[in-house]
């Protein structure tokens, strides 16, 4: 069974960096496609960046393009979110997903089978 683990959440005031992380546990890293998906009070869960299994694909949501990063350390078992530039309208809980599978829907938070509980990213104006 496959475990994720969000860190590295907290408040910061616009304009600030975050670095998220996602450690997963009970597979090989390796194997999964990992994604972060995010939720805004009284808002559904939305895309904000995929990887793939050896990282050498990347693609975001426009709404963070040129903020955030998106990286992994398959050894590590880490999957990491570089979040520059922060806006209040980034505040949001960020959830870890992950599946074995690529998906064409990859923005759909159905097409991953995984999650971590998540972790709260505060921006103040």
């Known amino acids: 069974q496959v475990q994720l683990v969000e860190s590295g959440g907290g408040s910061v005031q616009a304009g600030g960096s975050l670095r998220l992380s996602c450690v997963a546990s009970g597979v090989p890293l390796s194997s999964l496609i990992i994604g972060w998906f995010r939720q805004a009070p009284g808002k559904e869960r939305e895309f904000v960046a995929d990887?793939?299994?050896?990282?050498?694909?990347?693609i975001y949501a426009d709404s963070v393009k040129g903020r955030f990063t998106i990286s992994r350390d398959n050894a590590k078992n880490t999957v990491y979110l570089q979040m520059n530039s922060l806006k209040p309208e980034d505040t949001a809980i960020y959830y870890c997903?992950?599946?074995?599978?690529?998906?064409?829907?990859?923005?759909?938070?159905?097409?991953?089978?995984?999650w971590g509980k998540g972790t709260q990213v505060t921006v103040s104006s």
């Open positions: 990887i793939t299994r050896s990282g050498g694909s990347t």
């Open positions: 997903a992950a599946d074995k599978m690529y998906s064409s829907t990859y923005y759909l938070a159905a097409s991953y089978d995984f």
